[in-house]
């Protein structure tokens, strides 16, 4: 077995475990709220075109989108709880995934409900109340009985869309699937991200498969067939949830990182410090920057990397840039004053986002700087990673150098410089501590008004961990220790085609 698939392997106790929970809560809340909807819209013909319109409306959400737009509701909520009760709760992970979820399991159920009660034969309906029934008694006896296999039909349908979107949970910070597919893609590990799509789809399959006993048996009146389908599911679950007992018990530190190989290299090295100090470590990785300090501010992160040019902008709003010491001066004592987060200190190197372009478009065009780039940028393609286009820094710079570019695309980190290399792009948001920039001879194109600000990797903990000795004491000696020349070479033992290591191997090469 190559190390690879050995590596997922060992992954996917835990992020099976995860995925179940997060699948079946989702869907048995979905039933729980569909079915009541769908007897009362069944009941009323007024009712049924708004409840069947609104849950249509939902599924048109891109998943993605309604998964993250959980997460700041709930961060307010959270706010309000602790600020009027004096206790606030967890607003990443599980909690914005079971609802977007849920959210999306209900219209097959409701619409399958309805179908199916408003498919009762009326002469059964009336002979029902013809022996006297109420109803309450016509309901659960006779239209529920005869409307169970449409309804599981739509409950299979729903199973199938909940477990699929699932894996999309992993960038505000739930464990799932997915996290093998958004690590892969962003690695270049197809092994993670082939295995992570066929473990969901099996897991859809056999989910599908059991939920279909159940639907045969309700159909074929053969309750043999419901229970065995029904044990199934349970006997599953089971065992997949089996792997999450003890997880998350008290003493856990949680490491958080972002969605590119540097932070799950950086993520790894505090993990691995930590873990051998004796401490339980789990990790929440491919957070978006704004979740990721999001999270590390209201505590459920407690040490992440992060950059304090990001920070200066994106955290604080700054758009001036008094320079790199100052920059580093002042957003320590702001975080502190502001949120209680302690910024550790840098860890030696920066990672500036820097425009780069193939060194013979760039000779051919006569472009050294982004002052020579604004002047060719009508006919360029500009290539970005899936935030930059949307960050203070891009309006900045843009602001300062006036650039028009003939058509700006987004990608993910890797396909950028893909593109770039296959002349899809001619000049990319490039990082300025990726290992490609020198392995693909890419020319950094110099920034003479310095409209860009520094971007010193500092080591950020949360204001609940602030006070941990342990946790300092581990961090403590990787400030300054880490230098651009060393943190190239561990990106790019993890980003190269051949040969890559894995992130906690590349981990190990660094302090």
Same mark, same amino acid.
């Given at each position: 077995?190559?190390?690879?698939l050995?590596?997922?392997?060992?992954? @996917?106790?835990? !992020?099976?475990?995860?995925?179940?929970?997060?699948?079946?809560?989702?869907?048995?809340?979905?039933?729980?709220?569909?079915?009541?909807?769908?007897?009362?819209?069944?009941?009323?013909? =007024?009712?049924?075109? %708004?409840?069947?319109?609104?849950?249509?409306?939902?599924?048109?959400?891109?998943? &993605?989108?309604?998964?993250?737009?959980?997460?700041?509701?709930?961060?307010?909520?959270?706010?309000?709880?602790?600020?009027?009760?004096?206790?606030?709760?967890?607003?990443?992970?599980?909690?914005?995934?079971?609802?977007?979820?849920?959210?999306?399991?209900i219209?097959?159920? @409701?619409?399958?409900?309805?179908?199916?009660?408003?498919?009762?034969? %009326?002469?059964?309906?009336?002979?029902?109340?013809?022996?006297?029934?109420?109803?309450?008694?016509?309901? &659960?006896?006779v239209?529920?009985?005869?409307?169970?296999?449409?309804?599981?039909?739509?409950?299979?349908?729903? $199973?199938?869309?909940?477990? +699929?979107?699932?894996?999309?949970?992993? %960038?505000?910070?739930?464990?799932? &699937?997915?996290?093998y597919?958004?690590?892969g893609?962003?690695?270049?590990?197809?092994?993670?991200?082939?295995?992570?799509?066929?473990?969901?789809?099996?897991?859809?399959?056999? $989910?599908?498969?059991?939920?279909?006993?159940?639907e045969?048996?309700?159909?074929?009146? *053969?309750r043999?067939?419901?229970?065995?389908?029904? $044990?199934g599911?349970?006997?599953?679950?089971?065992?997949?949830?089996?792997?999450?007992?003890?997880l998350?018990?008290?003493?856990?530190?949680?490491?958080?990182?972002?969605?590119?190989?540097?932070q799950?290299?950086l993520?790894?090295?505090?993990?691995e410090?930590?873990?051998?100090?004796g401490?339980?470590?789990?990790? /929440?990785?491919?957070?978006g920057?704004?979740?990721?300090?999001?999270?590390?501010?209201? +505590?459920?992160?407690?040490?992440?990397?992060?950059?304090?040019?990001?920070?200066?902008?994106?955290?604080?709003?700054?758009?001036?840039?008094?320079?790199?010491?100052?920059?580093?001066?002042?957003?320590?004592?702001?975080? /502190?004053?502001?949120?209680?987060?302690?910024?550790?200190?840098?860890? +030696?190197?920066e990672?500036?986002?820097?425009?780069?372009? *193939?060194?013979?478009?760039?000779?051919a065009?006569g472009?050294?700087?982004l002052?020579?780039?604004?002047?060719?940028?009508? =006919?360029?393609?500009?290539?970005?990673?899936?935030?930059?286009?949307?960050?203070?820094?891009?309006?900045a710079?843009?602001?300062?150098?006036?650039?028009?570019?003939?058509?700006?695309?987004?990608?993910?980190?890797?396909?950028? !410089?893909?593109?770039?290399?296959?002349?899809? $792009?001619?000049?990319?948001?490039?990082?300025?501590?990726?290992?490609?920039?020198?392995?693909d =001879?890419?020319v950094?194109?110099?920034?003479? /008004? +310095?409209?860009?600000?520094?971007?010193?990797?500092?080591?950020?903990?949360?204001?609940?961990?602030?006070?941990?000795?342990?946790?300092v004491?581990?961090?403590?000696?990787?400030?300054?220790?880490?230098?651009?020349e060393?943190?190239?070479?561990?990106?790019?033992?993890?980003?190269?085609?051949?040969? /890559?290591v894995?992130?906690?191997?590349?981990?190990?090469?660094?302090?």
């Amino acid at each position: 077995m190559s190390p690879r698939l050995a590596a997922a392997f060992e992954l @996917l106790p835990e !992020y099976l475990g995860w995925h179940v929970l997060l699948s079946v809560s989702a869907l048995a809340l979905g039933v729980l709220i569909s079915l009541p909807l769908a007897v009362a819209a069944s009941r009323s013909a =007024r009712l049924r075109w %708004p409840v069947l319109a609104l849950a249509s409306l939902i599924q048109t959400i891109p998943s &993605l989108a309604l998964l993250a737009l959980f997460y700041p509701l709930l961060l307010a909520l959270s706010a309000l709880s602790q600020a009027v009760l004096g206790q606030g709760f967890s607003a990443l992970g599980f909690l914005p995934s079971l609802l977007a979820l849920t959210l999306y399991s209900i219209l097959p159920i @409701l619409r399958n409900g309805v179908t199916g009660i408003t498919g009762v034969d %009326p002469a059964i309906s009336e002979a029902a109340e013809g022996v006297g029934m109420t109803g309450r008694q016509k309901l &659960l006896q006779v239209e529920l009985p005869l409307a169970a296999p449409v309804i599981m039909a739509g409950v299979r349908t729903a $199973a199938v869309w909940t477990i +699929g979107a699932a894996t999309l949970s992993t %960038p505000v910070g739930q464990t799932s &699937l997915g996290n093998y597919i958004f690590a892969g893609l962003q690695t270049e590990n197809w092994v993670f991200v082939l295995f992570g799509c066929a473990a969901s789809a099996v897991l859809a399959l056999a $989910a599908d498969q059991l939920l279909g006993l159940v639907e045969t048996g309700a159909r074929t009146r *053969r309750r043999g067939l419901v229970i065995a389908g029904l $044990a199934g599911l349970v006997v599953g679950a089971g065992v997949a949830l089996a792997p999450l007992v003890g997880l998350g018990q008290p003493g856990t530190y949680v490491v958080g990182a972002k969605n590119f190989s540097e932070q799950y290299i950086l993520a790894e090295l505090m993990a691995e410090r930590l873990e051998r100090t004796g401490a339980h470590v789990s990790r /929440k990785e491919d957070l978006g920057s704004a979740v990721a300090y999001r999270a590390l501010a209201s +505590g459920e992160v407690d040490v992440y990397v992060d950059y304090s040019g990001t920070l200066w902008t994106n955290v604080l709003g700054r758009t001036d840039n008094p320079g790199r010491a100052a920059v580093l001066r002042e957003l320590t004592a702001e975080l /502190k004053r502001r949120d209680g987060v302690v910024v550790l200190g840098s860890l +030696g190197f920066e990672n500036a986002y820097a425009f780069a372009m *193939r060194a013979d478009r760039a000779k051919a065009l006569g472009v050294a700087s982004l002052t020579d780039l604004a002047r060719e940028a009508p =006919r360029l393609t500009l290539g970005s990673d899936l935030e930059f286009l949307s960050r203070p820094e891009w309006r900045a710079v843009d602001a300062a150098y006036g650039f028009s570019f003939r058509t700006e695309r987004s990608f993910q980190p890797t396909f950028m !410089y893909r593109a770039l290399a296959s002349g899809d $792009a001619d000049v990319i948001s490039a990082f300025s501590s990726d290992g490609r920039i020198a392995a693909d =001879r890419l020319v950094v194109l110099a920034d003479p /008004k +310095g409209a860009i600000p520094p971007y010193d990797a500092v080591i950020l903990i949360s204001p609940k961990r602030a006070g941990d000795r342990r946790l300092v004491e581990a961090m403590r000696p990787l400030v300054g220790a880490i230098s651009v020349e060393a943190m190239r070479a561990a990106n790019y033992s993890v980003d190269r085609d051949a040969g /890559k290591v894995t992130p906690a191997e590349a981990a190990r090469s660094l302090p």
